[in-house]
């Protein structure tokens, strides 16, 4: 099973300010088939970025994805009021599909 | 557009059933599979498995394993998951998705909250 790591836990961060939110692999993610997921409370997570680095239908150029193999990235170029959530990667590269256990991005 | 609409809460004796129902519209339900997903209270989330709507195919986590079932009917766009022996610790919220282009989660359910207390 692949483990993924997320960090930091929590970043604390002003609207307008860049996020740098990681996730890293226990093995290498095969195809770089990893998804980033934000979550807001009480809501279902909603898809942002897919095969690392393809971002979903209607998700603002704000959010971009990088990374290769077990290292992984998720950037938010300015942060929206709106972006406070947590964030979780995911691997679908092999089987068991896991998540990363989250990074909650919070206003300072 | 796509929607994915679950039943409601459960609650539920530990040893006993829950069947939760997550039935789509908007698309050709057929073309896509099904993902179950569960996030207890204050947690992350955790895979279950996975449903091909097409051929019935199913793929489920190993913890999961012997207590759950997936289940879909293509005449009601519907989908199931049935976990047995519930415990405390499978009080959660339970998400269906929808499957695109290999196990990416594009339209997801609204959660269904299941309790499980004595």
């Known amino acids: 099973e692949i483990v993924l790591t997320q960090s930091p836990g929590t970043l604390s961060l002003s609207p307008g300010e860049r996020a740098t939110l990681s996730c890293r692999a226990s093995?290498?993610?095969?195809?770089?088939?990893l998804a980033w997921y934000q979550q807001k409370p009480g809501q279902a997570p909603r898809l942002l970025i897919y095969?690392?680095?393809s971002r979903a239908t209607g998700i603002p150029d704000r959010f971009s994805g990088s990374g290769s193999g077990t290292d992984f990235t998720l950037t938010i170029s300015r942060l929206e009021p709106e972006d406070f959530a947590v964030y979780y990667c995911?691997?679908?590269?092999?089987?068991?599909?896991?998540f990363g256990q989250g990074t909650q991005v919070e206003i300072k | 557009q796509v929607q994915l609409v679950q039943s409601g809460a459960e609650v539920k004796k530990p040893g006993a059933s829950v069947k939760v129902s997550c039935t789509a519209s908007?698309?050709?339900?057929?073309?896509?599979?099904i993902s179950w997903v569960r996030q207890a209270p204050g947690q992350g989330l955790e895979w279950m498995g996975w449903?091909?709507?097409?051929?019935?195919?199913?793929l489920h986590a190993q913890k999961f394993q012997g207590r759950v079932t997936m289940t879909t009917d293509t005449s009601t766009s519907t989908a199931y998951m049935e976990l047995r022996s519930l415990r405390s610790d499978d009080t959660a919220v339970y998400y269906c998705?929808?499957?695109?282009?290999?196990?990416?989660?594009?339209?997801w359910g609204q959660g269904t909250l299941v309790t499980v207390s004595s």
């Open positions: 998705a929808r499957v695109w282009f290999g196990e990416i989660y594009d339209y």
């Open positions: 908007g698309y050709i339900f057929s073309n896509y599979g």
């Open positions: 449903i091909s709507v097409y051929n019935g195919n199913t």
């Open positions: 093995q290498s993610v095969g195809a770089n088939y």
């Open positions: 095969n690392a680095s």
């Open positions: 995911q691997q679908y590269g092999s089987s068991p599909r896991t």
